[in-house]
Nanobody, 125 residues
């Protein structure tokens, strides 16, 4: 059974940092692209960041460029999202996602086949 499990969310003050983790099990994702998406209350899910299979290519939403860093450890079958200088508008449920095939970092959620349950991030002002 394939599972993606996010962790690391929580409540943080504006300007603080959090590091999200996405642990995969059930199969290896070392050869496929992975990504992070988020959904704020009352809004649609949106792309945050994506990473290619080897980590050599990354893509970010304009809103988080220079603020968030995506990375992965294929030996541990885990992906990370380092979130710095957090703002109240970063408050959302953050989801990790993985492709079943395809090594590229994709911004379109339709390319992802596996999803985690999400982890809540709340940034207070």
């Amino acid at each position: 059974q394939v599972q993606l499990v996010e962790s690391g969310g929580g409540l943080v003050q504006a300007g603080g940092s959090l590091r999200l983790s996405c642990a995969a099990s059930g199969r290896t994702f070392s050869r496929v692209g992975m990504g992070w998406f988020r959904q704020a209350p009352g809004k649609e899910r949106e792309f945050v960041a994506a990473i290619s299979w080897g980590g050599g290519s990354t893509r970010y939403a304009e809103a988080v460029k220079g603020q968030f860093i995506i990375s992965r450890d294929n030996a541990e079958n885990t992906m990370y999202l380092q979130m710095n200088s957090l703002k109240p508008e970063d408050t959302a449920v953050y989801y990790c996602a993985a492709k079943s095939t395809g090594s590229y970092a994709s911004t379109d959620s339709n390319f992802y086949n596996y999803w985690g349950q999400g982890t809540q991030v709340v940034v207070s002002s």
